[in-house]
């Protein structure tokens, strides 16, 4: 099973991070939806379009819209126990104790996938507006009995 995720897009959807999600079976969303007063309703309605969507909040998630949205989320996708979050420093979980395989998060728009007690970490990047000179990127998760996998993908040079 694919997996897309997708962190930071503070509003902006880019046509490439679609077309890097397209076959994804599932998508998560690892806060950092919209912009700091604006609406997300855009980005969100057009992940849950392409495929089932998992989405948690991010530190700018403040406005009105964000208020039914959690700040975790945890989920089990062909066998694998994935754990949500938007700031990996607020890991109030034992990934290893808790049976959980990944750790999806944001925040620091630095894309990485690194393996830590058997845990898989992703940090998908940012999708949305460039952040210094760090890519703009989404992640791919793969999923398939009990063992996970993932790489991260530059959309933007």
Not at 50 to 67: C, F, I, K, Q, S
């Amino acid at each position: 099973m694919l997996i897309g995720l997708i962190a930071d897009t503070h509003g902006l959807l880019r046509p490439a991070a679609c077309d890097a999600l397209k076959d994804c079976a599932h998508i998560i969303h690892a806060g950092d939806i919209g912009k700091r007063n604006g609406d997300a309703a855009g980005v969100l309605a057009s992940l849950a379009g392409m495929a089932p969507l998992t989405v948690v909040r991010g530190n700018n998630d403040r406005a009105v819209w964000a208020e039914s949205i959690p700040y975790t989320a945890d989920i089990e996708l062909a066998g694998v126990r994935i754990h949500v979050l938007h700031i990996l420093g607020e890991l109030a979980i034992d990934p290893v104790a808790t049976g959980v395989r990944v750790v999806v998060s944001g925040h620091s728009h630095q894309p990485s996938v690194e393996r830590r007690d058997g845990v898989l970490f992703v940090n998908p990047g940012s999708a949305g507006p460039r952040r210094f000179k760090l890519p703009v990127s989404v992640a791919r998760l793969w999923v398939e009995e009990g063992q996970a996998d993932a790489e991260w993908v530059r959309i933007l040079e």
